[in-house]
């Protein structure tokens, strides 16, 4: 795995910070009382974040049960993205500035849409987008968003005190942890330091 210019290593902390979601009231980072899985995705509408924020949107009381709040980033600008954001059940923050992408090492690269480990996610992506577009049940992106196509998601499991848990810089468009491995990584990350499994 190729790792960004400035990487957020696990085991290092961040800085305490509110976010403002495009809609609802405002986040702590660190949470103080849950883990939190901040994941960064594209732009606004991007059809393979939709596929994939969907399967989270599904198992989004488990995700809650388990002690994890969602917290998504988009480097799109705010008025955009509540369009997008309005049926998601967690927070959905705007970074048109790019300034937490750079902050824990998120990248854009061609690679994202040219490995072919990313083509038949978003072929899947893009048959799912045009039906749904095609029944009123979304708005399509930009034609040129904000940001670029190019980013790369990124994952981090960030505890109460702020430390970074767990982390994963995707390596293509669709490479992120589904919600069994994010379970799984709470799970590990609650249990007390040197205790089975």
Known sequence: M????????????VSARSLDPVLGPPVAVPDGTRL?????RRFAGCPVCN???????????????AGIREVV??????EELAEHAADLPFAVV?????RLYAEFGVESAPRSLLSPRAWWPVARALARSARER?????????SRPHGG???????????????????????????Q??????????????RPAGSAR
């Not at 942890?177 to 609650?190: I, N, T």
């Open 149 to 175: 196509r190019l980013g790369l998601p990124a994952d981090f499991l960030l505890a109460t005190d702020g430390r970074v848990v767990a982390r994963k810089y995707g390596e293509h468009v669709y490479d």
């Open 177 to 190: 942890w589904s919600v069994d491995e994010l379970l799984d990584l709470a799970s590990r990350a609650a």
């Open 73 to 78: 980033v988009f480097h799109s600008h705010p």
């Open 2 to 13: 190729r790792v960004p210019r400035k990487p957020v290593r696990p085991g290092s902390t």
């Open 36 to 40: 939190i899985h901040l994941q960064f």
């Open 51 to 65: 596929l994939h924020l969907r399967s989270v949107v599904r198992r989004h009381e488990e995700i809650e049960a």
């Open 134 to 142: 095609a029944r009123g049940r979304e708005r399509g992106p930009s």
């Open 94 to 98: 705007a970074d048109p500035g790019k």
